[in-house]
């Protein structure tokens, strides 16, 4: 690591300049490495008011501070969002789930091997240098959403789950003013500035995340493909939340993780499925639509098919058409 | 940076330099090499202590944010002479080859039990609201300590073995 100041904030205020430091598990790691060295080190980890899960307008406001594990088993989030709990234990180990916190999590980097590299041109990481991972190996990158600067793609479980649920992120600036923008809106494509991932401006602090009121009886669940069957990053990642009245597909909620610079939302999928009846020539239909015909690298072709039946999957269970471990019914709390 | 950290119900001030992570100050300050460096980037679980009594990759904790904390290693819950559950059922079971990993992995257990007791859930349960230690539980929930000698089998029948003498 390269020396820094390290500041422990006592105030909102004091974040303003410095890199934030919470949990720090994926931080350190990149710090060790130089590929990110900041000048000062500022540790949000005493500030109050960050640390509850409170009941907030029917839903839930989880504190910036808050861990994976905490939320995760937090009694509330699995009785009415437990696509939220099962995406956080599909996510890292034990150990890293007790640290990392529920801000770090949505601010976490892209796992492209070149922008771990230091040695290698990355637009994220050295703006202007280029994209190593055009014309190299990268069978992790983006199959949506990226540009001629940038391939990578956003690694969260968390993140993804969070979309499907219509979550909110929380920002609190330098004077202390809040807002809220939807999850889909907090993060930016990469276009010509793969640097800048989101709509945070300096000084501005994610504080908390939104979850709106869960409807009750819901189908949720959250569908993780990766190369070992524990602890690894998803290739591809379905979320979905599915209320059926009989066999019609009534409400749908889904987003997909891997497979973009951000979470994956596309609402003409969602207006497919919605007033349908639910059958397998239905999903085959939508998981066509959803994927694109050809991927920005030839290393992420196998995300096509692998997305498609994913999604495939995760609908048969979602509409009762599949019985599978991992579907999760909603219970409302009050 | 002056830092007071309580490491098995001992008050240590250390002086550190802001960089010194709490795999290095136990190790190289504190003189308790029981605790491993395998990758020293989260991966491998060989550095896992008890944080506040949680289960943490000390590799990736940066000992100035952790003032006033209180640290479990490998020394604090057992000795030669007193085995921990744990440390007598991973002898008993041959839990291991080289014993590399065997400080982060008896602690991670140490830290999975009582999740278990406490009603956590893991991925592979099929219901969030109950957990139990089916084999696959148990390498789910240990997935984030790695054993290159890959004496997975035997560890879980030593896990296995310390949860019935728990009982």
């Not at chain 1, 809220?180 to 994610?206: K, S």
């Not at chain 2, 944080?51 to 944010?65: D, F, K, P, Y």
Request: one cysteine or more; proline letters at 4%.
């Amino acid at each position: 690591m390269k020396p820094f100041d390290y500041i422990r904030a006592g105030e909102i205020e004091d974040v303003a300049g410095g890199q934030i430091i919470a949990g720090g598990t994926n931080l350190l790691d990149l710090m060790k490495i130089q590929v990110v060295a900041p000048d000062a080190l500022v540790d949000i980890t005493r500030l109050d008011g960050l640390s509850d899960i409170a009941e907030h307008e029917g839903g839930l406001r989880i504190g910036a501070l808050v861990t994976n594990t905490t939320v995760a088993n937090d009694a509330r989030v699995r009785e009415g969002w437990p696509l939220l709990s099962r995406a956080i234990l599909a996510g890292a180990s034990a150990q890293i789930r007790n640290k990392a916190t529920t801000g770090g999590n949505l601010l976490q980097r892209t796992r492209c091997p070149y922008f771990y590299d230091t040695s290698q041109a990355c637009n994220k990481r050295a703006p202007g240098s280029g994209c190593a991972a055009m014309g190299g190996a990268g069978r992790m990158l983006a199959i949506f959403g990226t540009s001629e600067h940038c391939l990578a793609a956003h690694p969260s479980d968390m993140a993804v789950a969070m979309a499907a649920l219509e979550a909110e992120v929380e920002i609190t600036n330098a004077s202390g003013e809040t807002r809220c923008v939807p999850m889909n809106d907090f993060y930016r494509g990469p276009a010509d500035r793969p640097d800048v991932e989101t709509v945070l401006g300096d000084g501005d602090l994610v504080t908390a995340v939104i979850l709106p009121t869960p409807r009750a009886g819901e189908r949720q669940t959250y569908r993780k493909v990766r190369d070992r069957a524990s602890y690894a990053f998803a290739l591809v990642s379905v979320a979905g939340s599915v209320r059926m009245e009989g066999d019609t597909i009534k409400d749908v909620a889904l987003a997909y993780g891997s497979v973009a610079p951000h979470p994956w939302m596309d609402q003409k999928v969602v207006e497919m499925l919605e007033g349908e009846t639910a059958s397998n020539e239905l999903f085959q239909r939508a998981a066509k639509t959803l994927v694109p015909e050809t991927a920005p690298h030839p290393d992420t072709e196998y995300k096509i098919t692998l997305l498609r039946r994913t999604f495939i999957a995760a609908m048969r269970q979602l509409t009762g058409l599949a019985d599978s471990a991992g579907t999760d019914i909603s219970r409302a709390h009050s | 940076m002056k830092t007071t950290l309580t490491v098995n119900a001992r008050e240590y001030d250390v002086d550190n330099d802001p960089r010194r992570t709490l795999l290095d100050t136990l190790r190289d300050d504190l003189g308790l090499p029981g605790t491993k460096k395998g990758c020293d980037h989260g991966q491998c679980g060989a550095c896992t202590v008890l944080l506040n009594g949680e289960r943490v990759n000390s590799c990736l904790c940066l000992t100035a944010m952790h003032d006033g904390d209180e640290i479990t290693t490998i020394e604090g819950i057992g000795s030669p002479d007193k085995l921990s559950a744990l440390q007598e059922a991973f002898v008993k079971h041959d839990g291991y080859q080289c014993g590399y990993c065997t400080p982060g992995q008896i602690m991670s257990a140490t830290a999975m039990l009582k999740e278990i007791s406490d009603g956590a859930p893991s991925y592979v349960s099929d219901d969030l609201q109950t957990a139990s230690l089916s084999d696959a539980e148990m390498a789910e929930r240990m997935s984030g300590n790695l054993c290159r000698c890959s004496a997975y089998p035997l560890i879980r029948e030593a896990i296995a073995m310390a949860s019935e003498v728990k009982k």
